[in-house]
């Protein structure tokens, strides 16, 4: 048999960040790999008592097929929540996804043709990356610094690059690296994809879980024209398990992503939707971030005081004021591949950074989250990982 | 402001249905339009012991991130589920997806490349065409008659198709007919396939609602090859609104639906899936599939044996022996079309049938659901419809 497969599987390969976290879930690693929320507060006291209400009062609706836009006033919820972010929407506006993974399969599904180029970060989100190769894309990388993408480079790319059909960014505790963008950054990416006439995918998973600061209001805030999509998910703020994330977009372009989730999935869990309606009726999601928030605090604090203590001077990483990340960059001779390898033999785990590179490189880099494991893992982890380093860089 | 978006958007249209379906949820409407289960058989009170367990015994797991193949016990109990159709089954050679429009979607993403061609029956379930479309193919319909795809025409269709990439089936109850395919042409199906080395996928959403008769077994079955996908689904014999489904499909195959699920929406839900594995645990199926059977058999007789009764002799409809729908034939000089609109001022809906044909034509045709209204609206519905299509017949 020789069945043939569509061109684009040719561009589709296993996320290797999934196909590493097999290997990690032995129970004495200790694991810095996977983006995982702290499972510990996850809150299943309450989703008892909200689960056995919504089959109580609506158990036939959340069993039953709804509509492809979602649960109207869970679309509600999700529209004013977009406040803190400068955001005005309203329940129209908004498309409930299976998680923002599906916003993002979306967006290559809706804006790129074969060889269209989508403009991103360097590095970017992997699982990104990967929605959009399904759609035959090319990638241009903007350089980044310690603030995200240099606008200036990005205005080089624009001018040189006239296949670009979409911008990807993150702007908020980005993964893989942590960072945040300034407010002058986002205006000026809005400007720019005016003037180019280009969509902006944003995606904000981690905007909530700021430790420190204030919010910058999103791109999204600073979009006249509506070419700014804005894809949000309640998995880093709740829980990733029940698969709830939406789109905000302007009426003609949310319209194409309505089309587009009828053809794939007909529509989000009604239960799932309903649940977490009901959850925010009866409780308070802020109080219950907050929560999240100073236990990923305390986290990240152990994490990088630690980093400090025991990596070598020659080893960088990021200060993220929130989200799940730090981001290591290894002197350039040296292969985080490699040194996974090493790691593993002493039962330590993190992303080797190159494939968030989507044109290759980098493999002096690597990822590192600090919201999955409890404070005594972490220190125990990273003085590993400092002997580990120590080791690779006298060699 | 002129964004541009992907060539392929060009086909997306919104489902007719969908559309139709907003028009039709009044409560004085008597909707034969839907697709929908009947709700009142939902095991709500079974669901609210099931969802404890699942939040008492593994909670944290239920609402965490899972692997993008799925909860391998319910993985166990699907690959069990099929031995009624005949099939042998491994865990290991399901995929859990949201739903089995999921299926199709990511059929079309796997198999079609823009101006390929599926084959397959006329007319076909207009789910399966839209997801299809997103994917630039072309459609060739293959004739049928009461028993489904006509397996000589087929073969001619193959002989002249160069183009044909994937062949497209409902063989149980199909969707929008009713129809059942017999033995002989579900191997004959295979053995043209094999001929022309092109995947099968075989779409069974229905097919363990059989009112009488024996279960046939499924083309899955006669599958030497490998080349045969089979894709199920909860939605009929469960609750559609926890998006279960699944693909079966051989090692090499089943791979490229895993890769793309992990592009499209990393995983289902957990909680769902764990739910449906743990009321597989605490009940019994087969019991619950049996209720509702009952209770469908009696509405298809009641349909079928009122439309005898009052539809005028020139109108033909088919006698499904399972599954939700009928077919319904006018003279050919009439367009269902113009008759819904004329059945809505009498507050009874259906789903005109010109949009099951890809190609168009046939507008003298309608779908008849008749598992989601209660017995007296069935009756009372049919009536209604009875005069409408008197008084269209007589003009």
């Known amino acids: 048999m020789a069945i043939q497969f569509a061109k684009r599987m040719e561009g ?36 008892k008592k909200v689960t056995l209400k919504v089959l109580e009062e609506q158990g036939k609706q959340a069993l039953q097929y709804s509509t492809t836009e979602g649960h109207q006033p869970l679309r509600q919820k999700v529209a004013k929540s977009m406040a803190i972010f ?40 992997l699982g990104a990356l990967n929605a959009f190769k399904a759609y035959e894309c090319e990638f241009v990388e903007v350089p980044t610094d310690d603030h995200g993408m240099i606008m200036d480079e990005l205005e080089k790319v624009l001018a040189n690059t006239p296949q670009a059909r979409m911008i990807y960014v993150i702007p908020d505790f980005q993964n893989p690296t942590g960072r945040t963008w300034p407010v002058e950054r986002r205006k000026r990416l809005v400007e720019l994809a005016n003037k180019y006439d280009l969509p902006i995918v944003e995606d904000n ?22 070419r700014v999509i804005y894809l949000g998910t309640y ?22 992503y309505i089309m587009v989730k009828q053809g794939a999935d007909l529509q989000a869990s009604s239960i799932s939707q309903r649940e977490l309606d009901t959850f925010l009726d009866m409780y308070n999601l802020d109080e219950h971030v907050e929560k999240i928030k100073n236990i990923y605090r305390k986290r990240r604090d152990l994490m990088i005081n630690t980093m400090k203590e025991v990596f070598p001077k020659e080893v960088k990483f990021t200060y ?11 002197p350039e001779h040296m292969n985080a591949r490699d040194l996974m390898v090493k790691a593993l033999e002493k039962n330590v785990a993190f992303v080797p950074g190159g494939s968030f590179f989507p044109n290759g490189g980098h493999e002096n880099t690597f990822r590192m989250n600090y919201s999955n494991m409890p404070e005594d893992k972490i220190v125990e982890g990273i003085k590993r990982l400092g002997e580990v380093l120590k080791e690779a860089l006298n060699k």
């Not at 498309?95 to 967006?107: E, M, N, R, V, Y």
């Not at 981690?206 to 024209?225: A, C, H, N, W």
């Open 12 to 47: 589709i390969k296993a996320s290797e960040i999934r196909e590493l976290l097999k290997l990690t879930t032995r129970p004495e690693i200790i694991s810095f790999a996977g983006g995982l929320p702290a499972p510990e507060l996850f809150p299943i006291e309450e989703m």
């Open 86 to 125: 400068g955001i005005q929407a309203e329940a129209d506006d908004i498309l409930i996804t299976s998680g923002s993974q599906q916003g993002l399969d979306f967006s290559g599904k809706i804006f790129l043709n074969p060889g269209d180029v989508v403009v991103c970060e360097s590095p970017s989100y």
């Open 205 to 226: 998973p981690y905007g909530q879980l700021r430790f420190e600061g204030e919010i910058p209001p999103s791109i999204k805030s600073f979009d006249t024209e509506g």
């Open 235 to 256: 998995s880093k703020t709740f829980c990733p398990g029940l698969r709830i994330g939406w789109v905000f977009a302007s009426p003609e372009i949310l319209n194409k």
């Open 320 to 330: 993220p004021e929130g989200g799940l990340f730090t981001w290591v960059e290894l």
